[in-house]
């Protein structure tokens, strides 16, 4: 290696990092950049111009590289490593299940009588208080709370309830 390119690159190594700190904000992707830099300047030390400012030249080279690697890794997803990573983030629920589940409990609500219906409604999605239900729909307290509970076991039978084939036991043939 040319004693003259040493001499020149060696001081500027501190200034260098301290740059490509201020870039990449992570020490590790600056330690790398500043490497391959310095890599570049020296295996391209010839192609430089005489008359230039070769400092200039070094540092465009580190901002240079710097820019790909941002733009690069702007349309990567971020990099986290495993033992690192929140476990919420590592899964998401099918979004599919869901909606067969707010389809299944729409059905559910419209196969409630009417009266189970309001009731469970405006206890549970407008949170009406059972007094503030009874005023509205006219009816005692013990009736909203009886409706309200009985609403809420048929509802849960509808949800969890799986299809049954037949309702009758089976009944057998013989064949002959």
Request: hydrophobic share 45%.
């Amino acid at each position: 290696m040319d004693q003259e390119m040493v001499r020149f690159i060696e001081p500027l190594i501190p200034a260098l990092r301290r740059y490509a700190r201020a870039l990449m904000r992570e020490r590790a992707a600056a330690d790398d950049l500043v490497q391959d830099c310095l890599e570049r300047a020296i295996s391209r030390w010839h192609q430089r111009r005489h008359e230039s400012d070769a400092r200039a030249w070094i540092f465009a080279i580190l901002h240079n590289l710097a820019m790909t690697r941002l733009r690069r890794s702007a349309q990567r997803p971020v990099h986290v490593a495993l033992d690192d990573a929140d476990a919420a983030n590592l899964s998401l629920a099918a979004p599919q299940e869901d909606g067969l589940r707010h389809r299944e409990l729409l059905a559910a609500l419209a196969r409630l009588p009417d009266e189970q219906r309001t009731v469970l409604l405006l206890v549970t999605v407008e949170e009406l208080s059972y007094a503030e239900t009874a005023r509205v729909l006219d009816v005692p307290i013990g009736t909203v709370m009886s409706r309200l509970s009985r609403a809420r076991e048929r509802l849960a039978g509808l949800m969890c309830a799986e299809p049954r084939a037949t309702l009758s036991p089976p009944y057998l043939r013989s064949v002959k």
